[in-house]
């Protein structure tokens, strides 16, 4: 591993799982030691997004990967807006002073993004006053900038055309950040924000007016195939942690390796992990390149998501009884991936994106 990243996490490693995120002094660390943060804005990024990723997953807590993966994704976004408010906040998120949170979802708009209710109602003198709420928002409590969605057009009848972005600082008064407890992926802290009276300067819009919704999905192939990343170096990172079990373990007078059975699953899971992986760095140079097909990237997100799903629900049947020990890594694994297939996309929504494609191109 790393030298550097491991002497950067394992002293901390159990106060950030109890804590429930990095700590602001940490975060900084790993920006100005590792390089990490805003890797995947550099040339060839998306490979050593991965291979940051591979290191991470060593300490067996799928959170601790998600989080720094999650603000990468909304560097990306920040990144291709030139205001000197978004320039700002840039520098210190790359500097590793401030983390920031992409908030979409809302209590009653999920994967219907063209639905979400938050309103930015535009003053006469240019400001916008927000009302309503985002949830769900990963990093959320510990974020010092949001990119938010809101609705700035609510008579548009095409709704998808009256959303805008704003970026706005955690000590915007009326927005107010809470914390909401999950069943997995500790180190990443979950959240929503509640939106009261909260009135805003005219700078803090990102882009043109109404245009939201187009920045949102100009990002949205990249969210997909960092999750694609993440799912397949996880798949990879279980697989491997595994064996151990399935060789030293010993019932009936043998390991449980030596069971036809497991030794078929393992074979099974190892032969889809082998090819989903190699279509995954396929798809990364391919982006790098500027060439990636969107639906090749659906196909990457849903059936990456999936596989990890399966495995980490066979693989935790081997370890019997130790899979449901609260501390046990395996115990964790099943709540710490189902995630994946609900970000970026529920993988019902992906399914039913690619079947209009092929149904569309035949
Ligand atoms: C750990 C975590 C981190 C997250 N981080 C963020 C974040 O940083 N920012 C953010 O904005 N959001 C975030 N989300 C929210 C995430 O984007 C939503 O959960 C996702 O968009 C689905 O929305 P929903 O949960 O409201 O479910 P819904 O949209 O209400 O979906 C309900 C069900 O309908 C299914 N469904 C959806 N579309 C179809 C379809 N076309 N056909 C059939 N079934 C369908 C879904 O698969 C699901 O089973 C996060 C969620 C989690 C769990």
Known sequence: MNQRLQDLVSPHF??????GFISAEHWAKFAQ??????????????????????????????????????????????????????????GETLAGEARVALCISEPDAGSDVAGLRLEAREQEDGRFLLEGEKCYISNGPVADYYLVAARTNPAMADTWKGISLFLLYRGTQGLHPYATPMVGIKVMPLGGIRFQSCLVEAETLLGRKHRGFQYLMSILGFERLVIAILSSQYAKHILA????QLKTRRLFGQSLS?????????????????????????????????QAQDSQIWAAKYR???????????????????????????????????????????NELILDMLARDLLNHS
């Open 33 to 90: 030691q590792t390089g990490m943060v805003g890797v995947s804005l550099e040339e060839n990024g998306l490979d050593r997004l991965r291979e940051f990723a591979a290191e991470l997953f060593q300490f067996g807590q799928g959170g601790l990967v998600s989080t720094f993966a999650i603000n990468e994704i909304a560097l990306r976004l920040l990144a291709s807006f030139e205001t000197p408010l978004a320039q700002k906040a840039l």
């Open 14 to 19: 159990a106060q950030w799982v109890k804590a």
């Open 241 to 244: 942690s595994s064996l151990e």
């Open 304 to 346: 990456n998501t999936e596989l990890l799903k399966d495995m980490a629900e066979r693989l935790l049947q081997f370890f019997g009884a130790k899979g449901f020990v609260a501390e046990h890594w395996a115990a964790n694994l099943y709540n710490d991936v189902r995630w994946l297939a609900l970000a970026g996309g529920s």
């Open 258 to 290: 030596d069971f036809q059975h497991v030794r078929f699953e393992l074979a099974k899971l190892h032969a889809e992990w082998t090819v989903t992986h190699r279509f995954t760095l396929h798809l990364i140079e391919e982006f790098q390149r500027g």
